[in-house]
């Protein structure tokens, strides 16, 4: 049930092989001949797969016949949010998990009476899953950035969804794995004690995950990110990313336009951070 927050609220198909046919077969009977070549069926495991968010109409939990129009599958799953309204409250218990069709929306978590951003979840995003495992509690609060819409499904759903489309089961494994790995660079961040040195060390990382699925063709790379993803990276609040930042668009090493941001030499960056881990190391010995 999505309310209101309190109070302002701070992620081919293989081709079958034919044996050659004999002398007396190459020859077909008449009405073989007549008959025109049938063309082969697809498999749907084939076909090109659309977004997170599409096959769940493809497998409703009635039935495996085709699913229902978007409008439909909308109609009987989706929870439309605006701007500020509370999805989930950390330490509810959890019977739904959702996939962000439309908006933004951010996961906090309250650490010794302060809250803490986890991510900013934008569309394709599944979140709240782990309050399917064994009835667990709601592990964060999620805040809605914009106005959207979510699909909320339950444990049966999302299981068949799971069950009858590989292809999703694969793209959230992919999402859950993605995860485990910001969180492993959330802590190598955290390590450092320079803001300086954290901001450039999740941009480099940012960089390397946009040339990894973008292709490596310059020495530079390009990304979308607000400042306040960015700080949810790296732990600081808005203000202090902004002039860190602001410091490295001044030493040209990153452009900005609208929120994409764009670094046009990476290893001069990557040169950057080695520096600034020199000048800690040596403030350190002091």
Known sequence: MISSPEGDGVAPDAEREASSPSDAERAPPPAAAAEPARSPSVPAASRDEPALSVPVESAPVESAEPGPDPERLRARFGRPFEAGDVIFREGEPGTEAYLLEEGRVRLIKKVRGAERSLMVLKPGDLFGESALLGGAARSSTAIALSRGVALALDQGTLQNLVERNPAVAMRIIKQLVGRLRDAEDQIEIMMLTDTQS???????????????????????????ISP??????????????????QQLREGQYLRIADERLEIPDIEALRRLFGLLGLKDEIRGEQ
Do not use: H, I, P
């Not at 901001?199 to 310059?218: E, F, I, Y």
């Not at 700080?231 to 609040?237: H, I, K, Q």
């Open 228 to 245: 306040m993803e960015l700080s949810t990276r790296v732990g600081l609040d808005v203000d202090t990313v902004k002039r860190a930042v």
């Open 198 to 224: 954290k901001v450039v060390n999740a941009l480099l990382k940012l960089a390397q995950q946009s040339r990894a699925t973008g292709g490596a063709a310059s020495s530079g790379a390009s990304f979308a």
